[in-house]
């Protein structure tokens, strides 16, 4: 089970394991994430870095909390077993800080991409001050501030999820509007949790979208509304996966909502976005670009 407690003596594994239908001629490389602290850092640039790679499998192992040589020697034995099993290097991406335990890290089998050491170095080199030598010092000096901040957004998007209380409208930085399953939600989630914006949404619903009308608690809002689009095929597929075989899902109910929908966005001037190969990721950064919208924390 994974733990967030790094006093806990097994060091937790996060494996995600792809989907995936291969030929004989590809084969999964397996890459590790390893931090001493959460390795969201090590893991999210890792994931860009090897999304580069399309063409290629990859199964993937989350490896936080490895701030002792135990844990090291715990995390080796998993590169090693991988290199055994794959015979192929792993990649390791690991965002370590401590000397020691880097280098027992490097001692595995693996292709090692240490993302802190050679930018650390290069700029103590510059600057002509070492860096400080505590682990998971990063995490140590955390702006109270900036953590009230967020907590504070994410608090807002939870309590005006899904067109819950629109009364509270005034507050929003932004409004996503869209219709059923269309990614909503998780994008008022990440714009809260990654950069502080206070992100309500609001579902249209079919009286809404064949009125061709917004709902009187959106329209005093409308500077702040933002739309989204995604694929009928897709979102048909999202549907099902929800309530199969219902009208709500059917292709037909579906197209109409999407035509109605974007005649909306049309006549009344609503920026709006199709999301339908983007990750929550990159939608949040979208929306950021399009509306202008200013970070209040990152």
């Not at 084969?27 to 994931?47: K, N, P, Q, Y």
């Not at 063409?55 to 090693?80: G, H, M």
Request: hydrophobic letters at 35%; aromatic letters at 8%.
């Amino acid at each position: 089970m994974y733990s967030s407690n790094p006093s806990e003596p097994d060091m937790p594994t996060i494996q995600n394991h792809h989907a995936l239908s291969l030929d004989n001629s590809q084969t999964i490389r397996t890459a590790f994430f390893i931090s001493d602290g959460t390795a969201i850092t090590a893991e999210t640039l890792g994931r860009s870095i090897l999304s580069q790679f399309a063409s290629v499998p990859f199964e993937t192992k989350v490896l936080p909390y490895v701030d002792s040589l135990e844990r090291a020697e715990s995390a080796v034995e998993q590169i090693n077993l991988a290199y055994q099993r794959d015979g192929l290097l792993p990649f390791v991406f690991d965002t370590i800080v401590s000397d020691q335990i880097r280098e027992k890290i490097n001692s595995a089998h693996s292709c090692n991409l240490d993302m802190y050491e050679g930018l650390i170095g290069r700029i103590a080199e510059e600057i002509g001050v070492e860096p400080d030598a505590h682990s998971g010092h990063a995490h140590d000096n955390v702006d109270s501030e900036t953590y009230k901040e967020r907590i504070d957004a994410v608090h807002f998007a939870l309590d005006n999820d899904d067109g819950a209380r629109t009364r509270h409208y005034s507050m929003a930085d932004i409004i996503l509007i869209g219709v059923s399953r269309s990614g909503k939600t998780p994008t008022s989630l990440y714009l809260a949790l990654q950069f502080g914006i206070r992100a309500a949404n609001y579902p249209l619903t079919e009286d809404d979208l064949y009125d061709n009308q917004l709902p009187k608690s959106l329209r005093e809002h409308k500077d702040k509304l933002f739309g989204l689009m995604i694929d009928t095929d897709r979102l048909v597929k999202i549907r099902q996966e929800r309530r199969a075989g219902s009208r709500y899902s059917s292709y037909q109910q579906v197209q109409q909502e999407q035509r109605a929908i974007q005649g909306i966005y049309t006549s009344q001037g609503i920026p709006n976005l199709d999301v339908s190969e983007m990750s929550v990721e990159e939608i949040a950064t979208r929306i950021l670009q399009m509306t202008g919208l200013k970070r209040r924390i990152g």
